[in-house]
Structure formats: structure tokens, C-alpha cells
């Protein structure tokens, strides 16, 4: 199951459209994969509407959808940089990111920000240039700003049809395709057809860029490149994949959220080229007694091992502690160890969560992200594990000695 398994983050600046590209998302993954009550997509948007009218947080630390048989676990990352330290443990338990830019404003310096942080936690990353129907929107102008401001190797695998008012779809430089938006289904059937003789060139060209790209990452792509021989569709999305996951390789999309243009190969980019949570290589753990670095392999079968990153309170259930859990199980009812507060909790219930009510879960295990409901002395940022294993996955920070001068 783990391979079927993704958990994401969606990086925007402000305003470049990351509710809008989020509620689509829900949208359309709530409709291919009906949860519960929810017997109409429809249901998603109303439930975010009322609970807005009402007030409420909408948005839970984390949502669990699912899209073509794979479980996509969304992380809330925090827009604002007055947020850095939620920012950066948000990026922790995410294993890649979508980051959204605007077609108009490109790379603007909040997005600089927390790209820059993700480079540090090393999260593979897929870019969504959205707002192609505004005015002023440029593809091209911003693919050169996230090549420079960023210093990223970022690829286009579409390009625009058009822009502004007449941008209408996306030449898919993969499958070598145009898929448009059906108006009259407002954007939800999206059609697929051959590439026009118009479009045929600028295709080329740029498929041509992405394989000289890909190239530098993969001998298979090389070999073929060089004896010119013909490079399957299926070969380039393979090594597209590792080299996105293991070499800071920026596939480029794009679309208009708010028209539901763009947004569902949005997803499908998601499965096929963010990781897994065995992807990613092993979390890194601090031994307290041995005072050394441990590292910690996504493994269910594994000594039980969880981040809370994230608190929140429900005047009903009390503490929501949100974990990802990197290595072991935690099943409700029984006794988890806060590692760093050494104290025994007692985890009464387990839940997913999903954009429009909670589920509850059997068991919670590596590489997934659940609600341990029961914990009542848990704070952002402690590690629960057993009591065998003194093991944190982040180190704690006391304060600085005062000292005092006479
Ligand atoms: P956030 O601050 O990143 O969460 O951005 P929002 O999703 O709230 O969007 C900001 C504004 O841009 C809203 O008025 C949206 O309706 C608008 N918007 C979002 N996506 C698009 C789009 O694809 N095209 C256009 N024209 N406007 C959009």
C-alpha cells in the first residue's frame, strides 16, 4: 500500500490561488472516490461553504483523498512567513510539494522563501503556473523567473494553448497531446485529442528541451537520445520520476484553477512523479541516551515511531494530535510513549480525516498521517514511540542559560 501512498504540501505566495486549487483538488478527488455521506462532489464545496459562513477552520493540519487508487494525504502548509516554524515542520512530514505561482506576478518573494526552505528538507517538488485566463499571464516569462530567482531546473511538460481569455487547454509534452476543458461541463470533462498540425512544432521543440533535460539524470534516456532512436512515452515518465524525487527536477504544469482548467492532470502529475513515503530515503532520529543520529526506514513492522506535528482542539473529542508516522503501528487503546516528556498516553482513538468529516482508523502506521485522539499532555513537535527506543525525531530546544554578571 505504501507505494499507493502520497503526502503532499501545496507552497504558493499569497493569492496565487492555493484555496482555490485546494478545494478543486478535494473537489474532484472527493468525486471520483465517494467517502461516506458524501454521495455528490457537489457536497465537498457546500460543506466548505457552510463551515465558512459559520466561522469554522475549514482546514484541517491534514486531509486524506484519494485519486486513480492511490491514498494522497494533504499536509497544511501555512501561507504566511510569520509561520516559519510551522512552515518548516510541515515541510518535514510532507514527503513533495505543489507549488503554485501566478501566470502573472511569477516568482514573488514569499514563494523565494519557502522554496528555499524546502531545499533544505530536500522536497521533491511539482510546479503549477495558475491564472493562465488573467491578464498579463506569461508561461514562458515565468518558467525564466523560477529558472533565475530560484535557480531551479525546471521543465515544462505542458504548454499553454493560448492565453488570457483565449488560453483553452494544454499541449501535454509526454503523450505528445492537447487536452482542453469541456465549457459546457464547467471545465469537468477534460477531452483529449491529437496535437493539431499548429502545434505540432512547438511541441517537438520543447519535448526535445525536456529529454536533453532528463538526459543529465538518466543513462537509459542518454543511450537512446545519442543512437537517435525513437524514446518511449513510458521511459521518459520512469526516469522523469527519479529525477524529480532524487535530483531537483521541477516538472512545470500549468492551468486556471478557478475555471477547473488544469487541475486534474494537476493530480495525476502528483501520482506519477511526487513519492511515495519509502521513496524518500529514512527520517533522521536524535538517540538520547547514545546521543547520536539514528536513522529510521519507513517500516510498518518496524519499533513504533510518530511526529505530533500539528494540535487541535475540538471543544468535543479535546486535543487532535496530528502524527505522521515513520516507522511501526499505533492501533487505538493502547499505551504510546511521549519519548521526549517520557510519560505514557494512552491513544483511546485513531482518525482520518477527510475534507468533510473523520473516519476511524485500525491501526496508524508507517508513512501515514492520522488523528491520535486520547493524549492529553502531547505538544507540537514531541515524538511518541515505546518506551525501549529513547529515540526523538526532533531534537528539543531549551533555553539559553542566564547568566548572570555581578
Ligand atoms: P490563496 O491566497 O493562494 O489561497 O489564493 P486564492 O485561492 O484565495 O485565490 C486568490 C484570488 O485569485 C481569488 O479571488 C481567486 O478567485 C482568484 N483565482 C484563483 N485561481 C484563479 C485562476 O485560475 N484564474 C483567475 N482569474 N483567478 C483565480
Not at 494530535?321 to 487503546?333: A, N
Amino acid at each position: 500500500m505504501l507505494e499507493r501512498m502520497r503526502n503532499i504540501g501545496i507552497m504558493a505566495h499569497i493569492d496565487a490561488g492555493k484555496t482555490t486549487t485546494t478545494e478543486r483538488i478535494l473537489y474532484y478527488t472527493g468525486k471520483s472516490h465517494r467517502i461516506g455521506e458524501v454521495d455528490d462532489g457537489e457536497a465537498i464545496m457546500d460543506w466548505m461553504e457552510q463551515e465558512q459562513e459559520r466561522g469554522i477552520t475549514i482546514q484541517s493540519a491534514a486531509t486524506t483523498t484519494y485519486w486513480k487508487d492511490h491514498q494522497i494525504n494533504i499536509i497544511d502548509t501555512p501561507g504566511h512567513v510569520d509561520f516559519t516554524a510551522e512552515v518548516e515542520r510541515s515541510l518535514r512530514v510532507l514527503d513533495g510539494a505543489i507549488c503554485i505561482f501566478c501566470a502573472v506576478s511569477g516568482v514573488e518573494p514569499q514563494t523565494e522563501t519557502v522554496w528555499h526552505q524546502a531545499d533544505r528538507y530536500r522536497v521533491p517538488r511539482i510546479g503549477y503556473i495558475n491564472k493562465m485566463d488573467r491578464m498579463g499571464a506569461d508561461f514562458f516569462q515565468v518558467l525564466e523567473d523560477i529558472k533565475v530567482k530560484l535557480g531551479a531546473q525546471a521543465v515544462p511538460i505542458q504548454l499553454p494553448i493560448g492565453r488570457e481569455s483565449a488560453f483553452e487547454g494544454v499541449i501535454d509534452l509526454l503523450e505528445m497531446r492537447e487536452i482542453r476543458w469541456d465549457a459546457s461541463t464547467d471545465g469537468e470533462t477534460v477531452l483529449y485529442s491529437p496535437l493539431s498540425q499548429g502545434n505540432l512544432e512547438i511541441a517537438q521543440a520543447w519535448r526535445e528541451k525536456l529529454i536533453d533535460a532528463l538526459s543529465e539524470h538518466s543513462e537509459a534516456i542518454t543511450d537512446l537520445y545519442l543512437n537517435g532512436e525513437e524514446i518511449p512515452f513510458s521511459l521518459i515518465k520512469k526516469e522523469l520520476r527519479k529525477a524529480v524525487i532524487h535530483d531537483k527536477f521541477v516538472p512545470l504544469l500549468c492551468g486556471a484553477s478557478r475555471r477547473n482548467m488544469g487541475v486534474q492532470p494537476l493530480i495525476d502529475a502528483v501520482v506519477d512523479f511526487l513519492p511515495a513515503p519509502d521513496e524518500v530515503g529514512p527520517a533522521v532520529g536524535h538517540h538520547l541516551k547514545k546521543e547520536e543520529e539514528v536513522q529510521v526506514p519507513c517500516d510498518p513492522k518496524g519499533t513504533p515511531l510518530g511526529l505530533v506535528f500539528k494540535i487541535q482542539y475540538d471543544r468535543e473529542a479535546g486535543s487532535l494530535c496530528y502524527v505522521r508516522m515513520y516507522s511501526g503501528s499505533f492501533k487505538p487503546g493502547t499505551v504510546v510513549f511521549n519519548v521526549g516528556k517520557k510519560k505514557r498516553e494512552r491513544a483511546n482513538r485513531i482518525l482520518r480525516m477527510h475534507s468533510n468529516k473523520s473516519e476511524p482508523m485500525d491501526e496508524l502506521s508507517a508513512g501515514d498521517i492520522g488523528v491520535i485522539i486520547g493524549m492529553k499532555e502531547a505538544q507540537t513537535g514531541d515524538t511518541i514511540g515505546s518506551e525501549g527506543w529513547p529515540v526523538v525525531l526532533e531534537k528539543m530546544h531549551f533555553p539559553e542559560p542566564v547568566i548572570s554578571v555581578a
